[in-house]
């Protein structure tokens, strides 16, 4: 891989998202070297993918270049890489451009979309948990209407402007909003001779209400406002199967659909030599202690998504999110350090800085520790902490001037299909 081999302790970071580049942007300046890997050169901003394959933002704007956030650091080396093994008795990383030797690794390879081993669904449903999945999603809605335009077969033009998610969580429900808010602002516009009136959206959740980790005011507001907004909303209903075309539940309902969005789970994104089930608890997810140490273990670490980390309070881990993530890269930062220089850890201890979740224009629900609120003030409240949370000024700007001409005028100005999406299932004409 081309890196010197110097006086200083070697950290090897997999994983530039946000608990990886945290802990990178904390070692930066000490008499450390870090090597941070990752499959893609840049960082994702993930709580905004849905607006991506919406049309409401250009991937461009949620994405940052990983170089470019540590430029100035000296003894930091990025490189383009996947990594396929860990080896821990050999201290090396197995990748895609070589082998790699560590002092001390920190796995943050964050998490994959759980498809509960249902082999149909994961080929024929769309996840969206990358921009190129995001990108394959805002394709599909745009040819679904193209098609739709073609056909004269109704059931077939139903089908393609019927759109299914699964999970009623903040993604779900987010995207679920952005379709309606399409489905009303832009359809009629774009396909005047096209019956828009009749796109349907569902949201298809297993329990019993939706935003389940949220209070019982912002999971009724939300769905409050999703029904206002033409949207329907399934509970207690379980996805069984998609065939591509047909999904089936554990009820007698069914729904015919050319989109399903699975947006019900994710778990650990494992890498083989830290995969046996001695390391691994619910979710997929790397076994840590207080100090993120990898159970086994002292100079192997992981963190965010991908590790567990039970307590009292989290008897399964901190939630999936980004806040746990940034904190334990921050916390780790530190930690490291004091490892290396022999000094007690400190064990890593969670702020919970609440959660919210958006459903459209002047639509939010915000559940801070001693506030719960809903409406305008929470939508303004959701831009203002996306906004500080995207990393770079020029991103911040362009998400900024897009959201503000969105607004003004009811448009979603990236409805473009720069790269067709074919389908496994699809006959395309
Ligand atoms: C659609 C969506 C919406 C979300 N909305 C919110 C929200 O509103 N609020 C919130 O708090 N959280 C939200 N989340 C969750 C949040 O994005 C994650 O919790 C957070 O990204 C976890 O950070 P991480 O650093 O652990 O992993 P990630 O950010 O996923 O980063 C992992 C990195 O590791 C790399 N990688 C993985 N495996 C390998 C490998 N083998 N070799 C090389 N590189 C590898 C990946 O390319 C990636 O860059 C959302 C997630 C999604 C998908």
């Known amino acids: 891989m081309n890196i010197p081999r110097t006086s200083f302790p070697r950290i090897v970071i997999i994983g530039g998202g946000f608990a990886g580049v945290a802990l990178a942007k904390k070692l930066s300046k000490q008499e450390v070297q870090v090597v941070l890997l990752d499959r893609n050169n840049y960082?994702?901003?993930?709580?905004?993918?849905?607006?991506?394959?919406?049309?409401?933002?250009?991937p461009d704007s949620i994405a940052y270049p990983i170089r470019k956030i540590l430029k100035d650091f000296p003894n930091f080396y990025f490189r383009l890489a996947n990594v396929e093994e860990i080896d821990t008795i050999k201290n090396k990383v197995i990748t895609n451009i070589g082998n790699?030797?560590?002092?001390?690794?920190?796995v943050a390879s964050g998490s994959t979309t759980n498809f509960f081993g249902n082999a149909d669904v994961?080929?024929?449903s769309m996840a969206m948990k990358t921009i190129p999945q995001s990108l394959n999603l805002r394709s599909l809605i745009l040819e679904n209407f193209e098609d739709a335009l073609l056909t004269s077969d109704l059931n077939e033009r139903n089908a393609l402007m019927n759109f299914v998610i699964v999970g009623g969580g903040p993604t779900g429900v987010e995207l679920a909003g952005a379709l309606a808010e399409i489905k009303k602002g832009i359809l009629p516009k774009d396909y005047p001779d096209?019956?828009?009136?009749?796109?349907q959206i569902h949201i298809i959740q297993s329990s019993d209400c939706i935003l389940k980790g949220m209070s019982e005011n912002a999971s009724k507001k939300a769905e409050d406002f999703l029904e206002k907004l033409g949207v329907n909303i399934w509970k207690n209903v379980r996805v069984t199967n998609y065939d591509g075309e047909t999904v089936t539940t554990n009820t007698d309902l069914t729904f015919k659909t050319a989109t399903l969005v699975w947006a019900a789970g994710v778990k650990g994104a494992t890498i083989k030599g830290l995969d046996a089930e001695e390391f691994i608890s619910r979710g997929n997810r790397i076994l840590v202690n207080e100090f993120n140490q990898v159970k086994g273990f002292n100079h192997v670490f992981a963190i965010g998504d991908i590790a567990c980390l039970v307590s009292d309070e989290f008897p399964n881990g901190f939630p999936m999110m980004a806040q746990p993530a940034i904190q334990q890269g921050d916390q780790l930062g530190d930690n490291i350090l004091k490892f290396i220089e022999e000094k007690p850890m400190t064990p890593f201890s969670y702020k919970d800085k609440g959660a919210m979740a958006t459903i459209g224009r002047n639509k939010a629900v915000v559940?801070?520790?001693?506030w719960k609120f809903q409406g305008v003030f929470a939508w303004y409240v959701w831009m203002f902490v996306h906004l500080f949370f995207l990393i770079g000024f020029r991103n911040r700007m362009v998400v900024f001037v897009n959201w503000v001409y969105n607004y003004v005028r009811f448009d979603r100005e990236a409805r473009l299909i720069i790269r067709p999406f074919k389908k496994h299932s699809r006959k395309r004409k």
């Open 43 to 58: 960082h994702t901003f993930q709580p905004l993918l849905y607006q991506v394959s919406t049309g409401g933002l250009e």
């Open 100 to 106: 790699l030797n560590f002092d001390y690794l920190v």
């Open 122 to 124: 994961e080929k024929y």
């Open 194 to 199: 096209l019956d828009t009136r009749l796109a």
């Open 367 to 370: 559940d801070l520790k001693n």
